[in-house]
Nanobody, 123 residues
Framework: QVQLEESGGGLVQTGDSLRLSCAAS????????AAWFRQTPGKEREFVGY???????YIVDSVNGRFTISRDNAKNTVYLQMNSLKPEDTAVYYC?????????????????WGQGTQVTVSS
């Protein structure tokens, strides 16, 4: 079992930066793929990016160049650095981990999820 807890969300203005953290407990996640998704009311959960165990990252085109994903295995934590935030980035952000299989953009391939953290970007 893996427990994930996101933090770092909040209310910011257009152009600001935020760093979200996803701290894992109960088991180390250094050998697993970790991903970030986001969701707005009434919409499907949207893939943002993932990071593999060798720190290969893939970021969706809509935020590529503004968002980066990293991980600190010593802290058992994954990060989402978000720069130049826009109002359309407003969402609840979730981290997820899959302990079997390679990287995926499909939310249904991830079996552990955090509770989410709200990010609100005002114009």
């Amino acid at each position: 079992q893996v427990q994930l807890e996101e933090s770092g969300g909040g209310l910011v203005q257009t152009g600001d930066s935020l760093r979200l953290s996803c701290a894992a407990s109960a088991r180390t996640i250094s050998a697993y793929v970790a991903a970030w998704f986001r969701q707005t009311p009434g919409k499907e959960r949207e893939f943002v990016g993932y990071i593999t165990w060798v720190r290969y990252t893939y970021i969706v085109d809509s935020v590529n160049g503004r968002f980066t994903i990293s991980r600190d295995n010593a802290k058992n934590t994954v990060y989402l650095q978000m720069n130049s935030l826009k109002p359309e980035d407003t969402a609840v952000y979730y981290c997820a981990v899959r302990d079997i299989g390679g990287p995926s953009t499909n939310q249904y391939d991830y079996n552990y999820w955090g509770q989410g953290t709200q990010v609100t970007v005002s114009s």
